[in-house]
């Protein structure tokens, strides 16, 4: 399978590279940067690391979506948004793992993959995808005498709040309470902010260091707390997880997927 990466010279794209290089079944089409970078014209193997192949970055994704069986995306919404109208037109397979998408942009995801293939998740870690599981699951058997608290905490270089994954969680929580997480979403406490009111589900967002990702969804009731933890000790693991929902899209019919598609979960 010959796979592009956009955004192929920052830290993800770097990471995506050498998964691509290290497994067997996939060819690195190329890669492109935003217009202007100075990372333009160099070797996007060289420059994560790898032996040079002879590929130079470019900054026209469409002419990379040409060359391309999949392209992995980790970049900005509004530029997804515009890759998932490419593939479409392209008939290429796409993997998103971009975040801080909203609704505009998840309506663009939608309607390209009547199209073409696309796998669309706010973390592509396998066991960021059971923690999603197993949280469902567990909203679903606790009672709302379980206040339920998300906690996230990733590097200070992370522009959007609550990370994307725990949006996730707090949605596979509200799925298990069957309540709507709009509605139910604590996302700020500041102040005089009054006794917790029952059935939210609350969001801490922190931020410092090089944290590449920790997750912790707490069921706090009364004299008991229960706690699902996930710690990414490196990104290294969500490339892996896109280049696994990369190769799962050979021969899967056009659709919106999620990693619990790719690895069978649902």
Request: negative net charge; proline residues 2%.
């Amino acid at each position: 399978m010959k796979i592009g990466i956009v955004g192929c010279a920052g830290r993800m794209g770097q990471m995506l590279v050498r998964e691509i290089l290290a497994t067997d079944g996939c060819e690195l089409a190329g890669g492109t940067e935003a217009l202007g970078s100075d990372m333009i014209g160099r070797d996007v193997a060289e420059i994560a690391g790898a032996e040079a192949l002879g590929l130079t970055v470019g900054d026209d994704a469409q002419a990379l979506f040409q060359v391309s069986d999949t392209v992995v995306d980790f970049t900005l919404p509004v530029a997804t948004a515009r890759h998932a109208e490419m593939a479409a037109d392209l008939g290429r397979a796409l993997i998103v793992g971009t975040t801080g998408l909203d609704a505009d942009h998840l309506s663009t995801l939608s309607t390209a993959s009547e199209k073409t293939v696309i796998v669309q998740a706010a973390n592509m870690s396998v066991g960021v995808n059971l923690l999603l599981g197993l949280t469902e699951q567990v909203a679903g058997i606790l009672s709302d005498d379980y206040d339920i608290e998300i906690v996230e905490m990733h590097h200070r270089h992370k522009v959007d709040a609550p990370s994307g994954t725990a949006l996730a969680l707090g949605k596979a929580a509200a799925a298990g309470r069957g309540v709507d997480l709009d509605k139910a979403s604590q996302r700020v406490r500041d102040g005089h902010t009054g006794p917790r009111v029952t059935g939210n589900i609350g969001f801490a967002t922190l931020r410092g260091g090089d944290i590449a990702g920790d997750h912790t969804v707490i069921f706090a009731g009364d004299g008991e707390r229960i706690e699902l933890t996930h710690k990414a000790g490196d990104r290294a693991v969500f490339a892996r997880g896109a280049i696994r929902a990369a190769l799962w899209t050979q021969g899967q019919a056009p659709g919106l997927y999620s990693m619990r598609d790719v690895l069978g979960l649902d």
